[in-house]
């Protein structure tokens, strides 16, 4: 059945119409405003946990009904990415729900961090607050030849508005090498893209997502353009990464939970867990350990995403990043007083993380070490 709606925002009015669904569309998404020139509105996800602070169980709900959509005759190798930032935990979590149909599925993931390795590939999402990914090759050698040999790509990210993005990566991946993909599969939340992807990739690709249909947006060009940030940065920082601890930018075939045993809490406490830019995965397997254990777990990570308040935005924080970049970070819909608990969980050490955001959420550091 298919619905439309209307949002009028600041710079413009959003027309939406959804074809097809798996679940209410209100219970997948919401509204907001970037604070970007490029592009003025944002689907606010309500089961990626960024944003908006989701149970992790919720999370896991949409990891499996998402990888359920991906056909069981793919060709192998396969490799799946996850795209940065919003969605390096998403395909991490399609990654793990493919393993019982594809056990040696490859892992690997887009990054706005320079990790001072080589690089495999760079690619461009030009309608980003931050347009720059890298792939960093692998450093274990069968993952490299693994990765040479992939027949089947699973592309994964909360949204396709056009597909450009996903056909930008395929184009970068086969110029830096990889010569025998036979299927592309595009795996999103929500999908506003039509047929896109078919179209610039040919009868090989496809597209799956929890939901899918088309917008159109009406400019008011009276509207002022907002000041963004900026938060475009692809270098390596202050952070000197500790390789031994991928969990995807370098490629892996198994997940490792990490954090688990650095926090304990009370059955029924009520807890948030705050992953930090891209480090959330680790992160989120926390949360979900910890929900595991009887507390009521609510994740949500920090972002370099710059958007206004108002609609699904109703609180938001910046502070300078963890990462020695000098650029602003956020986080958003963080009530201090819902919670007996804030956790914030980092790849970096914990002096890195900002003190005025730990002194408002009270919050303590754990760090992936």
């Avoid at 450093?139 to 056909?167: H, P, R, W, Y």
């Avoid at 939340?189 to 990739?201: E, M, R, Y």
């Avoid at 254990?293 to 949500?300: I, M, R, S, T």
């Amino acid at each position: 059945m298919t619905s439309s709606f209307t949002v009028n925002l600041t710079r413009g009015t959003l027309h939406v119409k959804v074809d097809k669904t798996s679940l209410p569309p209100q219970q997948l998404f919401d509204f907001a405003e970037r604070r970007n020139p490029k592009r003025a509105f944002l689907f606010v996800s309500k089961v990626l946990g960024r944003h908006i602070p989701v149970k992790p169980s919720i999370m896991t709900q949409s990891f499996s009904q998402l990888a359920a959509q991906i056909p069981n005759d793919l060709p192998q190798p396969m490799l799946v990415i996850g795209m940065a930032e919003t969605a390096v935990g998403l395909g991490a979590g399609v990654h793990r729900a493919l393993q019982s149909r594809y056990p040696q599925a490859m892992y690997w993931m887009s990054t706005r961090h320079s990790l001072g390795t080589p690089l495999f590939a760079r690619f461009e999402e030009e309608h980003s607050h931050a347009s720059s990914h890298l792939l960093h090759w692998p450093l274990d050698e069968s993952l490299k030849q693994q990765l040479l040999a992939t027949k089947t790509l699973v592309l994964v990210d909360d949204e396709a508005s056009t597909g450009k993005t996903f056909i930008n990566l395929t184009k970068a991946l086969q110029d830096a090498g990889l010569q025998h993909i036979e299927r592309i599969v595009a795996a999103t939340l929500t999908d506003w893209s039509g047929d896109a992807l078919h179209q610039a990739l040919g009868h090989t690709a496809q597209t799956v997502s929890l939901l899918s249909g088309s917008y159109q947006w009406q400019a008011d060009l009276n509207a002022p353009l907002p000041e963004m940030p900026k938060v475009d940065s692809v270098a390596q920082g202050a952070w000197q990464p500790n390789l031994a601890l991928d969990w995807g930018r370098l490629g892996v075939i198994q997940h490792q939970a990490t954090l688990n045993d650095k926090v304990s809490v009370d059955n029924g406490e009520k807890i948030l867990v705050l992953g930090t830019s891209e480090y959330v995965w680790r992160s989120f397997l926390l949360a979900e350990h910890l929900e595991q254990q009887g507390a009521e777990v609510y994740f949500a990570s920090t972002t370099r995403s710059p958007i206004a308040v108002g609609h699904a935005i109703k609180i938001a924080r910046a502070f300078s990043d963890n990462y020695g970049l000098g650029i602003a970070n956020f986080s958003y819909n963080v009530d201090v007083n819902q919670y007996d608990k804030i956790i914030i969980c980092s790849e970096t050490p914990a002096a890195m993380v900002d003190q005025t955001l730990l002194a408002e959420l009270k919050a303590q550091v754990i760090v992936d070490d």
